[in-house]
């Protein structure tokens, strides 16, 4: 950046909250979110961040800023969200450039659009800020723009300490709950059809969910090439991963008056979810577990999760979706996720968080979801404790970003 531009910049910045005032306009946030469509996770980054904003800043404007919107997932984001404009097109992303006042880059794997931040903070030298993000590497590039951001909040312990030991230093520093533990979607119709056409009453069943070690967005995503290393180690250890999964199946059901619904969190996992869980059960426990054999969005699927006695299986979002919603989630891990799964030991549900690649662990699976299944009170009770301690961040995270708007 040049000198001149600096200057443009800075004095831009600094002006920006006493023009705000002499126009008696609102505060205006950029989200920049939206990675994704083909997982409902990466969907429900965005609105659940959008509603912690419409509850914590009713006052404040808010324009969408998207990497993919989708397969209908913009018109769903429209209907919860008629208010949030979504900036599509060059002359948006400039507009939004030259009305808005703050940046915020939601939730995610990672540091998502560092470039896009990095544009924004060239172009504009407004403040901007990180919210719940994991980070696992970092580039020299990335490790300035957090330093230059006005707070970076990391969803999970051993992000923060990754991101403390590698150089960031931030004004703000701490745990954020994942964007995604706000999400209230609802899409009910197509949500109670299904269930009630397959037997399923409401609090009378477990969401299972499954994965491969790697997600093969080949099937799903032309522009990705088939990976052989990636698919190998996906074939070697599905057995290995599901095992523990079926054998809590059969346990619930046979043990308890529950039924089980195999649920899908991206759209590869219908085929995975058949093939290792549900093919492969005894013929009286598979009477009474359902497969989901289609994919859905955010909106349906938590209507179907909050009607649920509660979640288990080897996925991350649909928990923490169920979890926001007051539903009980025990998630399984592996070493080829991010460190997201921690958070789980953050919130104070580190006995319902299990390492598939700990032995130890695995023996724990169907005894925990056993007990889960028998006394819902308690489970539910528990998830309460957790679901509480999420808000209360929330809350505060909310109230660092109300801080730096200067409302």
Request: glycine residues 6%; charged residues 25%.
């Amino acid at each position: 950046m040049n000198r001149r531009t600096f200057i443009h910049t800075s004095l831009t910045a600094a002006l920006a909250p006493l023009l705000r005032a002499a126009d008696k306009r609102p505060p205006r946030i950029v989200l920049r979110s939206s990675w994704q469509t083909v997982n409902i996770g990466d969907i429900g980054h965005t609105p659940g961040v959008l509603a912690l904003l419409e509850k914590y800043l009713p006052e404040a404007e808010v324009r969408l800023w998207p990497s993919k919107v989708d397969n209908g997932v913009d018109e769903m984001l429209r209907r919860r969200f008629p208010k949030v404009p979504i900036i599509e097109g060059a002359d948006a992303i400039k507009a939004a450039f030259a009305g808005c006042d703050f940046l915020l880059h939601g939730s995610g794997p990672n540091f998502v659009a560092a470039k896009d931040v990095a544009k924004w903070r060239k172009e504009t030298g407004k403040p901007y800020g990180i919210y719940g993000i994991t980070m696992g590497y970092a580039s020299p590039g990335a490790v300035e723009l957090m330093n230059a951001a006005k707070f970076v909040f990391f969803r999970d312990s051993v992000s923060l300490a990754f991101a403390k030991a590698n150089g960031v230093h931030s004004p703000v520093m701490e745990f954020g709950p994942d964007g995604a533990f706000g999400v209230d979607l609802r899409n009910d119709a197509p949500a109670t059809a299904f269930l009630k056409a397959n037997g399923l009453e409401e609090g009378k069943f477990l969401c299972c969910l499954s994965r491969f070690r790697f997600t093969p967005y080949w099937k799903v995503k032309k522009h990705i090439a088939f990976d052989e290393k990636k698919h190998a180690r996906n074939e070697a250890m599905k057995e290995h991963d599901h095992a523990p999964l079926r054998e809590a199946i059969i346990a619930v059901v046979r043990e308890t008056p529950l039924k089980v619904l195999l649920c899908p969190e991206d759209a590869t996992q219908m085929e995975v979810g058949k093939e290792m869980l549900y093919d492969k059960l005894p013929a009286d426990v598979k009477a009474r577990v359902v497969w989901h054999e289609k994919y859905w969005l955010t909106d349906e699927a938590l209507s179907t999760y909050v009607r649920s006695a509660g979640i288990f299986g080897s996925e991350m979002h649909s928990p923490i979706m169920a979890l926001g919603n007051g539903i009980p989630a025990i998630v399984c891990r592996f070493a080829e996720q991010t460190s997201k799964g921690i958070m789980w030991r953050d919130i104070g549900l580190g006995d319902w968080l299990f390492d598939f690649d700990n032995e130890d662990d695995i023996k724990r699976v169907v005894p925990t979801v056993l007990a889960f299944a028998k006394d819902p009170a308690a489970a539910k009770a528990k998830a309460a404790k957790a679901r509480a301690f999420v808000q209360q961040r929330q809350r505060e995270t909310m109230e660092v970003l109300r801080k730096n708007l200067g409302v």
